[in-house]
Every structure is written in structure tokens, then in C-alpha cells.
């Protein structure tokens, strides 16, 4: 007969075991922790946003009551605390918006993105008339995904493609796409400000800006949920640019196998 010793192979399977189980733990307290942490984010958004409107209806009032006695100074610290109460309430509205995302698992369904691009269009038609934007959208593929949220990513990068421009400069974007065998690429190139390479990654963290409040409209959280939506669709984002030279944003969908 033969005889072998398996004392380290037993050792090593006792050892993946315990490793699993250690795994399997983790997983789950990370997957309380995420609820806990969407659902603390969904509480305080509604409950912080009573207290917001109340503080803007009241300074509205006191402003509308006492103007004939309060100077300009007054009426200006006026106008900041309600300017302030509104953008924390929209700030309030994004965190609500980043936590909602991933949260409800939609259908999938065929999407013309032309004619998504077209809903994208009508919906920035005001920006684009007041700085005469030209908006070029190449021949755009039919893909299965989910409709909401890639009308969101389009939306929210076409609309900063029209924030983030040359105030002498007629913004131009370009939105196109490639293939390969597995995924879609899309890109939304324009002629705006452009990034400085140091802040690539920087843009698609919450409450990241790159400039002022009185410079540019927004809390910071547009690119994170925009990110957090096209890797919860299993794709990637990223951005190319130099500054002054305008950035193009790219994105990936995966190809789904019958459309």
C-alpha cells in the first residue's frame, strides 16, 4: 500500500474555510451598514428639509413686513440667509439623489439614445438658446439598459458641458460613440473651460468643486452620482481634458447579449 500525508492540505482547507466564513461575515455587515447608512441618509434628508423651508418662508416674510424700515445692509443679510437655506436645502436634494442610486433595481429595456439625446436637448432648451449652444450628436446606438438613470448621466453631463464655458465663447458639444465587443463608449466632447489634470479624479467625489459658488451654479454632487450610476450599471467613467481647452467625458455601457 501507499501512504501520503495530507496534514497540510487538510490545514490549508481548514484554513480557506475559516477565511470564507470570515468573508461571508464581512459581506453582511457591510451590506447592514450600506442600508443603514442609505436609510440615515433618506431620514435626514426629508427631516432636514421642514426646518429649511420653514427658516425660508419666515426671512421671507420678515423681509416683506419690516422693508420700509431695514436698510440695504439688512435686506442683504436677508438675501444670504435665504440664499443660504436654499442651496443647503438643494445640497439636502442631491444627498437624497446619491442614496437613492442603485437602491431600486429597474427594468432593463431597448433605448434609442438618440432619441434620448433629444429628450436631453428639450430638457437644457433655455441654456442653449441664451448662449446659442450647438449641441452635434453623431448616429447613436440602440442598447438595452436602464432609461432613467443613463437619462440622468446624459443629462447631468450635457449640462455641465453648458455651465462650464467661455462667457465669449458659443459652447459647442459633440456626443458620439464607439464600439467593441463587449461595451459601448460614449463620449461628450465640448469647448468649455477645461479641467487641469491634478482634479480628474477629484470632480466625481461629493461636495467636490473646482470653483466658486458665485462663478458657477451647484453643491459638488452632480459627477458622483452620475459615477456611482454608470458602475452601478457595471460600466466605468473617466475624463480627458486640458485646462482652458475644453474635456471630454467618456462613459461605458455594457453590450447586453440580445437587443
Known amino acids: 500500500g501507499a501512504m501520503m500525508d495530507i496534514t497540510q492540505r487538510k490545514t490549508f482547507e481548514e484554513s480557506l474555510q475559516k477565511l470564507n466564513e470570515r468573508l461571508d461575515i464581512?459581506?453582511?455587515?457591510l451590506a447592514l451598514s450600506n442600508a443603514e447608512l442609505e436609510q440615515f441618509a433618506?431620514?435626514?434628508?426629508?427631516?432636514?428639509q421642514e426646518p429649511l423651508r420653514m427658516v425660508t418662508s419666515f426671512l421671507s416674510q420678515l423681509e416683506k413686513k419690516y422693508k420700509p424700515v431695514l436698510d440695504d445692509k439688512g435686506r442683504q443679510y436677508i438675501h444670504f440667509a435665504v440664499d443660504g437655506a436654499k442651496r443647503m436645502r438643494q445640497i439636502i436634494l442631491d444627498l437624497l439623489e446619491f442614496s437613492k442610486v442603485g437602491r431600486q433595481e429597474l427594468a432593463g429595456e431597448k433605448i434609442d439614445l438618440n432619441d434620448l439625446m433629444g429628450e436631453v436637448i428639450s430638457l437644457h432648451r433655455t441654456a442653449i438658446e441664451e448662449r446659442d449652444?450647438?449641441?452635434?450628436?453623431?448616429?447613436l446606438p440602440i442598447v438595452f439598459s436602464?432609461?432613467?438613470?443613463?437619462?440622468?448621466v446624459l443629462q447631468n453631463i450635457v449640462g455641465n458641458a453648458l455651465k462650464y464655458t467661455h462667457k465669449d465663447v458659443i459652447p459647442e458639444i459633440f456626443v458620439s460613440a464607439s464600439e467593441s465587443k463587449q461595451e459601448w463608449t460614449f463620449a461628450i466632447r465640448d469647448n468649455g473651460i477645461g479641467i487641469d489634470a491634478e482634479y480628474f479624479d477629484k470632480i466625481f467625489i461629493?461636495?467636490?468643486?473646482?470653483h466658486a459658488k458665485d462663478e458657477y451654479e451647484g453643491t459638488g454632487m452632480g459627477l458622483a452620482i452620475v459615477k456611482k450610476i454608470v458602475?452601478?450599471?457595471?460600466?466605468?467613467i473617466w475624463v480627458?481634458?486640458?485646462?482652458?481647452?475644453g474635456s471630454t467625458f467618456f462613459f461605458t455601457i455594457l453590450k447586453a447579449e440580445k437587443i
Open 231 to 236: 458602475e452601478n450599471l457595471g460600466g466605468k
Open 240 to 245: 480627458e481634458s486640458e485646462e482652458g481647452r
Open 146 to 152: 436602464q432609461r432613467a438613470p443613463l437619462l440622468q
Open 26 to 29: 464581512r459581506a453582511k455587515e
Open 206 to 210: 461629493i461636495f467636490q468643486r473646482l
Open 42 to 48: 433618506f431620514v435626514a434628508s426629508h427631516d432636514l
Open 133 to 139: 449652444a450647438r449641441i452635434h450628436v453623431e448616429n
